[in-house]
């Protein structure tokens, strides 16, 4: 979660100025100096500044900022743009992770690993359970999304250590502070294997019971929620991008992208999968959310993270479970109260494009064209349900 919002302020000082966004069925060739090599790649240009910077999204749903002086050579033909199959990618997976890494296949995710086959396959049957609840919710919801593009790509370390020894280039410090991360430039989510069951490696003689017995013990253990939490949080992140719900790098409200992952997270330790597929309290959240309204007596909240994304600038711990407890209470709130003007706002929200800042004025106005600008109103509404939970 941390490293989503590293990610975007680095990239985003790039493309601020981009002027427009296209979209086109084209294919783009560019051939770029990358690391002192020349390297072909291919895909189609989504965004381009007045500088001549442009954002180039390759048929994994990979986006590369590419800038003038890296480029040798730009060309397009009226072929027309194709997502890689997902034996095409899993042949450029296998090719680009070290030997150790195998790759688990599901309906929608190639499951990249280093840890045990039977941890790969739990994290896929949860993955595609997850993506039919997500997508069969909202469509029961009158929000109609889209099946994604692009294969979607999860890649799992056996352990905490090469977890941070791979990844730390890519999100920086943050890396100490994450067990699991969604990037919207590789569309990827990262995580570790949180079970330990690497122990048995891959020995095919150890009985799937087993690994079974392992994984239930470890999933009993009181901080097993959390964990699981995480997961789902940063695959509900995915989905969302890749489905229709959201524009990568659009303006879309944090308190709406982070509402809609912790709406998801609440584990189920007592289901197989550990997690099951309805909307239900976040009692983590929620525990969060009655401490910060009693020690801290916020102040109109809808208001200040419609406004601004600044509560989730990472300030310390607690000011970070404040801005989540927020955004969960929140998106929970409208869902089961308004839920019709909620609806209306997402599908306002998924139209706008990436690389478009929205100021805080902007922001305002839309919330207020679907849920009204009485804010002492709709927060006694909101205090007065929150008080049922």
Not at 53 to 80: C, H, M, N, T
Not at 196 to 202: A, S, V, W
């Amino acid at each position: 979660m941390l490293s989503f919002r590293c990610l975007r302020s680095i990239f985003c000082v790039v493309l601020l100025t981009a002027s427009a966004v296209t979209t086109t069925f084209a294919l783009d060739y560019v051939t770029v100096q990358e690391n002192g090599k020349k390297v072909k790649r291919e895909g189609r240009i989504i965004a381009e500044d007045t500088g001549g910077s442009f954002v180039l999204e390759e048929r994994d749903g990979y986006w590369r900022v590419f800038k003038p002086k890296e480029i040798l050579e730009q060309r397009s033909d009226d072929k027309a743009f194709m997502p890689y199959t997902h034996a095409e990618m899993k042949k450029r997976l296998l090719l680009e992770f070290p030997k150790q890494f195998r790759i688990h296949e599901t309906k929608h995710y190639l499951i990249v690993f280093d840890t045990t086959l039977a941890y790969a396959r739990w994290c896929g049957n949860l993955l595609e359970q997850l993506d039919t609840s997500f997508l069969e919710h909202w469509k029961k919801n009158g929000f109609e999304l889209t099946e994604p593009e692009f294969p979607l790509v999860a890649v799992i370390f056996a352990d905490r250590g090469n977890f941070i020894r791979c990844t730390e280039p890519e999100v920086g410090n943050a890396v100490a502070y994450i067990n699991a991360y969604y990037n919207q430039m590789t569309n990827r989510i990262v995580f570790y294997d949180l079970t330990g069951l690497e122990i048995y490696g891959n020995n095919n003689r150890v009985k799937s019971s087993s690994l079974e017995r392992r994984f239930r013990e470890i999933m009993s253990r009181p901080d097993s929620a959390k964990s699981i939490a995480t997961f789902v949080h940063e695959a509900a992140h995915q989905i969302s991008y890749n489905c229709g719900m959201i524009k990568r790098f659009s303006s879309c409200p944090h308190w709406v992208s982070e509402g809609i992952a912790t709406l998801y997270e609440t584990p189920d330790l007592d289901n197989d999968q550990a997690w099951s597929d309805h909307i239900k309290v976040n009692p983590l959240r929620l525990k969060h959310f009655y401490k910060y309204v009693i020690e801290r007596e916020p102040l109109l909240p809808i208001r200040k993270v419609v406004t601004s994304d600044d509560p989730f600038v990472i300030v310390s711990s607690e000011n970070a479970l404040d801005a989540y407890a927020i955004c969960w209470s929140m998106m929970y709130f409208f869902h089961a109260k308004q839920n019709n003007e909620l609806i209306r706002y997402l599908k306002m929200i998924s139209q706008k494009e990436p690389f478009l800042t929205d100021d805080e004025f902007k922001r305002i106005s839309d919330f207020e064209e679907i849920f009204g600008n009485n804010w002492e109103e709709l927060h006694q509404a909101y205090y007065k349900f929150m008080g049922t939970l």
